[in-house]
């Protein structure tokens, strides 16, 4: 799996330093935003294979990343990682284009076979790598 990115966008540091190294002892390339504006900005300028994503953050929200990932028909799988546990709330992310809802506390095993899962499905699948 060596070379496939994955964007991490949280506002809690300590969750991004802890995603980072799980990442990497996996075998990822990982970069991290800690706002949806700056998620957006990269997203913009690199290519990622898939973007772990927090629902809240201040300004722009998890949500609103989705709504440009589609609006802007950008093609990057997302598995959305929050401590929202509300049914409504997931449906509305999994209906926006999220692959996969993982609440916080993290689920390890849960997270690494959903990323795992995803890449793989967007590498040899229908999807392809990040198209802008």
């Not at 509300?86 to 449906?91: L, R, Y």
């Not at 999994?94 to 849960?110: M, N, Q, R, S, V």
Request: glycine residues 6%; proline residues 3%; aromatic residues 8%.
């Amino acid at each position: 799996m060596l070379g496939f990115k994955v964007l991490i966008v949280d506002d809690e540091k300590n969750v991004c330093e802890f995603l980072v190294e799980f990442l990497k002892f996996k075998g990822f390339e990982a970069d991290v935003a800690n706002t949806g504006e700056e998620a957006i900005k990269k997203i913009r300028e690199e290519k990622y294979d898939l973007v772990l994503l927090d629902l809240v953050m201040p300004g722009i929200n998890g949500i609103d990343v989705l709504k440009f990932l589609n609006d802007n028909k950008i093609n990057i799988p997302v598995i959305m990682v929050s401590g929202v546990r509300d049914e409504k709330v997931i449906k509305n992310t999994i209906e926006l284009g999220a692959k996969d809802y993982i609440p916080k506390p993290i689920d390890l095993e849960k997270l690494e076979n959903s990323i795992f899962f995803h890449v793989r499905k967007n590498q040899f699948g229908s999807g392809n790598r990040c198209q802008q």
